[in-house]
């Protein structure tokens, strides 16, 4: 699976962005798709994941309540909505690809290139 992620950019305190992943190259409803994310010095954590067929999600601490993952199957896309975000939410966003719903990098096959999210105070 490639994947593209894309919508990143800067923003300040309390706004939102929208960030979009594309797959190509392989069935892209067989597989999880996860986003993770890396500020500078800190390790990769995970954001969200969602369920192959959809049905299921789940958010990291630090998404909840304040992040939306969702997939759109027919266009092989999963986007992140990200709201009411903070300076802490600065990374690279990475979408991934796995076989099963998990939190742990170890369990995602395919990862895209990044995106990078500035949130100013």
């Known amino acids: 699976v490639q994947l593209q992620a894309s919508g990143g950019g800067s923003v300040q305190t309390g706004g939102s962005l929208r960030l979009s992943c594309a797959a190509s190259?392989?069935?892209?409803?067989?597989?999880?798709m996860g986003w993770f994310r890396q500020a500078p010095g800190k390790e990769r954590e995970f954001v969200a994941y969602i369920s192959a067929s959809g049905m299921t999600e789940s958010y990291g601490n630090s998404a909840q309540g304040r992040f939306s993952i969702s997939r759109d199957n027919a266009k092989n896309t999963v986007d992140l909505q990200m709201n009411r975000l903070k300076p802490e939410d600065t990374a690279v966003y990475y979408c991934?690809?796995?076989?099963?719903?998990?939190?742990?990098?170890?369990?995602?096959?395919?990862w895209g290139q990044g995106t990078l999210v500035t949130v100013s105070s």
């Open positions: 190259g392989r069935t892209f409803s067989n597989y999880v």
């Open positions: 991934a690809a796995g076989r099963t719903n998990g939190l742990s990098r170890s369990e995602y096959d395919y």
